[in-house]
């Protein structure tokens, strides 16, 4: 019998994977439910990871307060991140809160 499930990524939890100085840093591909912090821990700028919805658009959050809107990181890892992310698309939206390395989709109003 095949173990092939063991190395699926459906198991494992959200979480902040690197922290880069800048956002051209960043890395060009993401690792599934991975994401990237700008800044510092004491000092956030963006988090920056794949949308979770089947399109995987880049997602880009303002994590510096003195900007608005802005977000905050509850925990690293897993991740936590408060309020919800709420994008609209081209004929698309993707709503949903990040808690405990999960994620929890909104139904859109």
């Given at each position: ?50 949308c979770p919805c089947r399109r ?30 709420d994008e609209t698309l081209v004929g698309s939206r993707c709503h ?14």
């Open positions: 019998m095949a173990k092939r499930h063991l190395n699926w990524p459906w198991w494992r939890k959200w979480r902040i994977s690197a922290t880069v100085a800048s956002v051209y840093d960043a890395p060009d591909r993401l690792r599934r439910k991975q994401a990237v912090l700008v800044g510092t821990l004491t000092h956030p700028k963006w988090l920056i990871f794949n995987h658009h880049r997602v880009m959050i303002n994590l510096n307060p003195a900007q608005r809107p802005a977000w905050n990181v509850v925990k690293t890892s897993p991740l936590t991140l408060t309020p919800s992310v949903y809160i990040v808690h405990n390395g999960r994620i929890h989709w909104t139904s859109s109003s």
